[in-house]
Structures are given as C-alpha cells and as structure tokens.
C-alpha cells in the first residue's frame, strides 16, 4: 500500500529557478494538503484542497501555486524560488475526517 | 501568531518512567486535537486524537488529556521505551466552511528516553 508518495525526496535550486513538488495518493482521499517544516517552527500550512478543481491558501502561501485536477494529484510549484524557501515539504491527505497521512518528505535548497 | 504551542523543545526521560508532553491552544474553534510522531527523515505518522466533548482519551501506552477551561493538553507516555524517541507535534483541528478539517501544528517537543 502506497499511501502518499512525494518526489523527489532531495532538490537543490538555484535562485529564481521554478519547479514542481509532486504529490499522488492511492487512498482516494479527498482532503491534500502540502505544510512545510522549518526549525523552530513546526509544520505550517501553505495550500490545501478538499477536492479536486477546489484549493485554497493555509498560512504560509506566497511563493507558492498548487492546483488538483484529480483526487489523486495534488502538486506544488515553485515559480521563482528564494533562499526562505528552503525546507523540508510535507504532502498529506486525509479522509473527510481528522487524522492526516503524510508522505516522507521532500528536502529543498535553494542557494 | 502561533495558534498551537508546544513550550518544551525537548524532554529527556528513563525508560520506564513516565513521559507528559505538553501543548496549549489559543484557538477557541478548535474541535479536536491529535498527537503526531515523527521520527529523522521520514514524515509524521498520527499517534492519538482527543474530541473536545471529552477530556481522556487512552491507547496502550498512551493517554491524552485535555483541559478545556485551560486550552491545554497533554501526551502522557507510561512506560517510556527507548523507540518512542522522536520528535511529538501536538495539532488542533477546525472545520473548514468548505469541507474537510485544517490541521495547525505546534513547533514539536524532541523525546529522548534514555536507558
């Protein structure tokens, strides 16, 4: 059983370069969200969905577009990337009730 | 404005004894609150969860209690064992006016038990 699948796991950018965090999940899930974790700062939210052709922002979202044109898909895109953003992104997913289901993470730098 | 906070960075036990972790809440819509783990390089795996209507919830080993008149709660670990070593991020949820639920996380409490 799959779960949620991140890729790639490492990434390292330049300044401005864009890119795309994939995120798929074979639970059929109607709930995506992406956080990301910083030191010091736990897990914060940037986008989330609650369906497909539905998103919307979480607390931390500039910098960031996310789309679902499926209930599996749930990517993130990096259009023009900056120094602040290097993390370590968390997709997750979750039925219409509490508990969420993370994938195992994507490690971004960007010099 | 952190919503959700975990005010121990870390905790440091003997295996055997007993582990409380602490989390306080601001957010008055919060309605239920989960426990995650999550050990280095791998993503957070759910632990436990509380309902606001109730004030224990227990499993095996651990048991979470809330006080709502005081917006805390906390993760206790009887008996502490070496693999629970791993970071514990307290979350809180709110219905969304769209559907589904939102999940804030406090800044996580690193557990250390020792032998």
């Known amino acids: 059983n799959a779960g949620v699948t991140q890729t790639p796991k490492f990434q390292v950018l330049k300044t401005g370069q864009s890119m795309t965090l994939q995120c798929a999940q074979d639970?059929?899930?109607?709930?995506m969200s992406w956080y990301r974790q910083d030191p010091g700062m736990g897990l914060r939210l940037i986008h989330y969905s609650v369906g497909a052709g539905i998103t919307d922002q979480g607390e931390v979202p500039n910098g960031y577009n996310v789309s679902r044109s499926t209930t599996e898909d749930f990517p993130l895109r990096l259009l023009s990337a900056a120094p602040s953003q290097t993390s370590v992104y968390f997709c997750a997913s979750g039925p219409r009730t509490r508990e969420l289901f993370f994938g195992e993470g994507s490690r971004l730098t960007v010099l | 404005d952190q919503q959700v906070k975990q005010n121990s960075p870390s905790l440091s036990v003997q295996e055997g004894r007993i582990s409380i972790l602490n989390c306080d809440y601001t957010?008055?819509?919060?309605?239920?609150f989960l426990w995650y783990k999550k050990y280095p390089a791998e993503g957070p795996t759910f632990l436990i969860s509380i309902s606001s209507i109730k004030d224990k919830n227990e499993d095996g080993r651990f048991t979470v209690f809330l006080n709502k008149s005081a917006k805390h709660l906390s993760l206790h670990i009887v008996p502490s064992q070496p693999g629970d070593s791993a970071v514990y991020f307290c979350a809180a949820s709110e219905v969304l006016t769209g559907g589904g639920n939102k999940l804030t996380f406090g800044t996580g409490t690193q557990l250390k038990v020792e032998l």
């Open positions: 957010n008055s819509m919060f309605d239920y």
């Open positions: 639970m059929n899930h109607e709930y």
